[in-house]
């Protein structure tokens, strides 16, 4: 059973960073996918970003050139770089993982385990 645990966010004024954390435990295995999402009160939760085996991070077309996902496998542990934030980005956000190659890695419900989501807010 993997337990995701996330930290990092926090209230930010527009034109700030934040940095989410994203620990898993449990892992096993060398194929699996990372992925971030995002929910806002009254929408459905979005992709942020996927990266699959440790390659190349796929991010949405709102996020990308801000947020910068990175991994420490030693530490089984992903991190997501959120600079220049923007009022449009407050939202719970999430860190999903599966210990597969998920095809459609932006589809939330493709992903097995979730961390339990972390508010960020940002203020305009």
């Known amino acids: 059973q993997v337990r995701l645990v996330e930290s990092g966010g926090g209230l930010v004024q527009a034109g700030g960073s934040l940095r989410l954390s994203c620990a898993a435990s449990?892992?096993?295995?060398?194929?699996?996918?990372w992925g971030w999402f995002r929910q806002a009160p009254g929408k459905e939760r979005e992709f942020v970003a996927f990266m699959r085996n440790g390659g190349t991070t796929t991010y949405s077309d709102s996020v990308k050139g801000r947020f910068t996902n990175s991994e420490d496998n030693a530490e089984n542990t992903v991190y997501l770089q959120m600079n220049s934030l923007k009022p449009e980005d407050t939202a719970v956000y999430y860190c999903?993982?599966?210990?597969?190659?998920?095809?459609?890695?932006?589809?939330?419900?493709?992903?097995?385990?979730w961390g339990q989501g972390t508010q960020v807010t940002v203020s305009s």
């Open positions: 449990g892992r096993t295995g060398y194929t699996y996918t």
């Open positions: 999903a993982f599966d210990p597969a190659f998920v095809v459609n890695a932006g589809i939330p419900r493709n992903y097995d385990y």
